[in-house]
């Protein structure tokens, strides 16, 4: 396709061309606060999306797990999770440093529903919550503490076009690469197999959690 066959959008009022207003109730559904729904899922959330950006703009998703209840709700404004062992480039925490806007998604397993949360993030290296950070037995070295400035729910259509929860509509795990593979030809690595690679980094997933 040629660019100029690609017809852009570059302000907002041709966007509402395209796209009608919401009604008031969907700009209502932001509480900014963290109310007792808000609780319950985030207490049943073992994973999240974790959204940064640096200060010029380029942005960061990063996948945070854990399990369910380990991101604690401080009170009504403030919650926190902790920061686990990865592949130490720290872009997530890096761009916070620089830029304290964060997003959150909260994702519960058969949950069509999300939770979206946006704030301001601080770095925490020590603080007395981080006793119930603790999970098996590995005490965070560093936590994410969030000010709630937006909090919604997000409808379940994403969820619902996906099929993301029926397993009959996954594809066949060895139809896909091996992360093994992809680094392998994504690094440029040689003299060492794909299934060696595979091995180390199942070996660090398993050993390394916390």
């Known amino acids: 396709m040629q660019s100029s066959e690609i017809r852009t959008v570059t302000t907002?009022?041709?966007?509402?061309?395209?796209?009608?207003?919401?009604?008031?109730?969907?700009?209502?559904k932001d509480i900014a606060r963290i109310d007792e729904h808000a609780r319950t899922i985030i207490a049943h959330s073992p994973f999240l999306l974790l959204a940064t950006s640096s200060p010029d703009g380029t942005c960061d998703v990063s996948p945070r797990g854990d399990p369910a209840g380990s991101v604690l709700v401080l009170d009504d404004q403030r919650l926190v999770l902790a920061d686990r062992p990865g592949n130490h480039r720290l872009d997530s925490l890096r761009n916070v440093l620089l830029n304290p806007h964060v997003g959150l998604l909260f994702i519960v397993p058969g949950m069509n529903e999300t939770l979206r949360v946006n704030g301001r993030g601080t770095l925490v290296s020590d603080a007395p919550f981080f006793d119930d950070l603790v999970v098996k037995g590995k005490r965070p070295r560093l936590a994410l503490l969030v000010e709630v400035q937006e909090l919604y729910m997000h409808c379940a259509k994403a969820f619902l076009r996906s099929s993301l929860w029926k397993p009959e509509t996954w594809p066949d795990r060895k139809s896909l690469p091996t992360l093994g593979q992809i680094a392998k030809d994504h690094i440029g690595i040689k003299d060492v197999p794909a299934t060696v690679i595979d091995e180390g980094l199942a070996m660090d997933a398993t050993m390394n959690q916390y």
């Open 12 to 28: 907002e009022a041709e966007l509402r061309e395209l796209v009608n207003e919401p009604p008031q109730t969907i700009w209502d």
